[in-house]
């Protein structure tokens, strides 16, 4: 594991599975909230089984329509932003501890 961590395409390519990653665990924690299957969450949203088990594998990207959809069905709202500096966002009125945010490079 260390010759991989030292590995600079290694380290890329884990920093750009870091949004998906973080988009799976947002949805693994929700649905989890909601008591629904992944196939629950599939019938909700008008998709395969195979499409909620992608995303949840943090390892594809998603469309912003595919983000709509699920939000809806996880009777949640989808936040896209911009955001100079992440660490601001505090003064902004958004409490990191209430909010699931993704910083994608």
Do not use: C, K, W
């Amino acid at each position: 594991m260390r010759r991989r961590a030292g590995n600079p395409a290694y380290r890329a390519e884990l920093e750009r599975l870091a949004p998906y990653e973080a988009l799976a665990r947002i949805v693994i924690r929700r649905r989890g909230q909601l008591g629904l299957s992944q196939a629950e969450l599939a019938l909700r949203m008008g998709t395969s089984h195979s499409a909620i088990s992608r995303i949840e594998s943090g390892r594809h990207p998603t469309t912003v329509q595919t983000l709509r959809r699920l939000a809806d069905a996880l009777e949640t709202h989808l936040v896209i932003g911009f955001a100079d500096d992440i660490a601001g966002l505090g003064s902004a009125g958004v409490d990191a501890r209430q909010a699931d945010l993704i910083a994608a490079g």
